[in-house]
């Protein structure tokens, strides 16, 4: 019996050019040597004998059932993704892929990168176009003042500079 999983929200179908080689390897990388591999190892497994009490045929399943589960989101979402790879003509407002850095109140600064849902990382500063703090970004130049609502109350910004790599 299965679990009710509620639909995903719809997420902006923007990529940077190294966003979707970088899917693109992991759908090949799961295509054609994970997957693979797990099936050898499941078909090792299921010829051990009794499956029902056989710990490494169970695992192997579930690996498979992953794998396959994060294989059908990556081909849909690739069909759906849009590659932007070329700098904005007006480069001194924020848009997509662009490097912006932020003052808060207490004068500590912070640089994030606005990037698609599908390859933010916060450890690198790159954050989803989908996120609060990028929608207050978009379309900003230096000098303005931006306001994020967040959990614990409002914080406010400066854009400081603005930068496409």
């Known amino acids: 019996m299965g679990r009710y999983r509620p639909p995903r929200p719809y997420s902006s179908p923007y990529i940077t050019l190294q966003g979707k080689i970088k899917l ?3 759908l090949r990388y799961l295509g054609y040597t994970k997957r693979p591999e797990v ?3 499941l078909a090792a497994a299921a010829a051990e004998g009794d499956r029902s009490e ?8 579930k690996q498979l059932r992953e794998i396959d589960s994060r294989l ?8 759906k993704l849009k590659c932007i790879d070329k700098i904005p003509d007006d480069q001194s407002r924020v848009f ?12 500590k600064s912070i640089t994030y990168r606005l990037v698609g849902p599908d390859e933010f990382d916060v450890s ?12 207050a970004l978009l379309k900003k130049q230096v000098g303005d ?3 994020v609502v967040a ?15």
Do not use: C
């Open 39 to 41: 099936t050898r190892a």
């Open 24 to 26: 693109e390897d992991e």
């Open 72 to 79: 059908q989101y990556l081909v849909k979402r690739l069909e």
């Open 96 to 107: 997509f892929a662009a490097w912006v850095d932020l003052e808060d109140e207490d004068g």
């Open 145 to 147: 003042e931006v306001s």
């Open 54 to 61: 056989n710990a490494e045929y169970i695992y192997r399943k």
């Open 151 to 165: 959990p614990n109350g409002e914080i406010h910004y400066e854009v400081m500079g603005i930068r496409y790599k």
């Open 124 to 135: 690198k500063g790159w954050i989803s176009i989908d996120s609060p703090v990028a929608k």
